[in-house]
């Protein structure tokens, strides 16, 4: 239940720096590295925290628990527009496909390796490419 409310919260902050910032369309103009710049702006004003004179207890917690919803939510678009990218690699691997994108024929494997890489290779290209 409590992690449901976490992911939950840290859905609803993706929704809204969507409406804030343009969706995918903006995501998908910043390298990796941008994500991390935004991240540690957060992290940076989480850790100012401590400087920072709150009314009380509690609403010094909501201030940090907002800003790990925030970098969470910053960790979740940078990985959505860096899969966005990779998949835009695969179809454009399928362009050069000699079946035409013919999906009963495809033989597009895709893999991801253990540093979360997805890598994407056509198989009946490879195939056509040794009968040359």
Excluded: N
Excluded at 7 to 21: P, S, T
Excluded at 29 to 37: P, S
Excluded at 65 to 85: F, H, P, Y
């Amino acid at each position: 239940m409590i992690r449901e409310r976490i992911i939950d919260a840290i859905d609803f902050e993706r929704l809204r720096q969507d409406e804030q910032w343009g969706g995918p369309e903006h995501d998908d103009k910043h390298e990796f590295m941008d994500w991390f710049v935004f991240i540690d702006k957060q992290f940076t004003r989480g850790i100012d925290a401590q400087d920072i004179c709150f009314d009380s207890e509690e609403s010094k917690r909501a201030y940090i628990k907002d800003k790990l919803v925030k970098i969470a939510a910053l960790a979740v678009a940078a990985l959505e527009s860096m899969d966005r990218q990779e998949v835009a690699q695969e179809k454009s691997l399928c362009d050069e496909c000699p079946v035409g994108g013919d999906e009963t024929l495809c033989r597009l494997s895709t893999k991801r390796r253990t540093d979360g890489h997805i890598i994407s290779k056509c198989m009946l290209y490879d195939d056509l490419k040794k009968g040359d």
